[in-house]
């Protein structure tokens, strides 16, 4: 399995508040991907990053932020968390983009009251 | 009309059984294609990719068909632990579009 980890695995807030999620891999990999999956949707990206403090947005990027100071670590920000950003949130790497297999971290689980 | 659409779950076959499963794709100028696993409160795995050839992993094939814009899923002999969704993945540009999933249970 890829060297992936992902922290907190579980998480319970309040609306309004910020919640940073971590994404960690072992991999060395230079793209690194946040998702969210919902009942009755496919994965859906948030943002992605090819390389250190290289970012863009994806398909559901509004109410997220997101940071890379290192190759390893790949952060999502919720600045004020919302009950429509409750989720499972995965984080997933590959070495080239487009055409490359994605693995996945083991995800977070986010609910927001 | 979503970019990647599967068949409707759940499927539920006997064990032995041989299953298939189809999804379709709206960008014709996709070239990736990937069928994923997903356990249930798990991260989705990757099962295989998908070739213009067609492909075949022992007991998965899978299929590619440019000209009607879908992918195939045909697994034989299915064992009690195919039980999972399996996801259908193509790209869209340079990110990757997955399907909702179709869940398949394979009962003893």
């Known amino acids: 399995d890829a060297g992936i980890t992902q922290s907190p695995r579980h998480k319970v807030t309040e609306t309004g508040t910020p919640v940073t999620l971590r994404c960690h891999q072992t991999?060395?990999?230079?793209?690194m991907y946040w998702y969210r999956q919902d009942p009755g949707h496919g994965l859906r990206l948030i943002h992605y990053?090819?390389?250190?403090?290289?970012?863009d947005k994806g398909e559901v990027s509004d109410g997220y932020s997101v940071s890379r100071s290192k190759t390893e670590d790949f952060l999502l920000t919720l600045e004020s968390a919302t009950s429509s950003q409750t989720s499972v949130y995965f984080c997933?790497?590959?070495?080239?983009?487009?055409?490359?297999?994605?693995?996945f971290g083991p995800g977070t689980r986010l609910t927001v009251l | 009309r979503k970019e990647v659409e599967q068949d409707p779950g759940p499927f539920n076959v006997p064990e032995g059984a041989t299953v298939a499963f189809n999804c379709t794709y709206s960008?014709?100028?996709?070239?990736?294609f990937f069928w994923y696993r997903q356990d249930c409160r798990k991260e989705p795995k990757l099962l295989m990719s998908?070739?213009?050839s067609g492909n075949e992993d022992g007991r998965f094939t899978a299929q590619l068909n440019r000209a009607s814009q879908y992918i195939s899923l045909l697994i034989r002999d299915s064992k009690l632990s195919d039980s999972a969704t399996y996801l259908c993945?193509?790209?869209?540009?340079?990110?990757?579009?997955f399907g909702p999933g179709t869940r398949l249970s394979v009962l003893p």
């Open positions: 997933a790497i590959s070495e080239a983009r487009g055409t490359d297999t994605q693995y």
């Open positions: 991999e060395n990999h230079r793209y």
């Open positions: 990053s090819y390389g250190v403090k290289d970012t």
């Open positions: 960008n014709s100028a996709s070239q990736s």
């Open positions: 998908v070739y213009s």
């Open positions: 993945v193509g790209n869209y540009g340079q990110n990757f579009v």
